[in-house]
């Protein structure tokens, strides 16, 4: 029997909340994600992998966007998202890593950056 992974039942509230309470660096980028508008690649916005929540994800191209504020910086904060990533990518899923301030200065080199990030054809 395979195991789930993906939105697993006891993080449903944890997702819920963090959807209701995005930070404003979140809300910017979901805007130019949400209903398919890049490249007509769907994303979901926390939605979880593990026991992990991230903050987008495109099943299609298995592709995690994760926004990282000033704790990601710290000796703990690298540690955490390293073991994050690889966990990530033992299931062939790819992380891609903005720091928040780059969706507000550069949000065309974000979109961008994510989309070097497609491999599937559409």
């Known amino acids: 029997m395979k195991t789930q992974v993906h939105n697993i039942r006891i993080l449903k509230e944890n997702r819920q909340a963090l959807r209701n309470t995005s930070t404003p660096a979140e809300a910017a980028l979901w805007l130019k994600l ?22 987008f994800y495109c099943p299609s191209e298995m592709l995690a966007i994760e926004l990282d504020g000033a704790d ?12 994050r990533t690889a966990y990530l990518n033992s299931l062939n899923i790819s992380v891609v890593r903005f720091e928040n301030r780059l969706v507000f ?9 994510i989309k070097r990030h497609f491999t599937v054809k559409i």
Not at 72 to 77: D, F, L, S, V
């Open 34 to 55: 949400q209903k398919s508008q890049l490249d007509g690649r769907k994303f979901r916005r926390q939605h979880s992998v593990g026991t992990y929540i991230l903050d």
């Open 72 to 83: 990601h910086y710290t000796p703990e904060g690298k540690g955490n998202d390293t073991e």
């Open 105 to 113: 200065e550069k949000i065309d080199f974000v979109l961008d950056e």
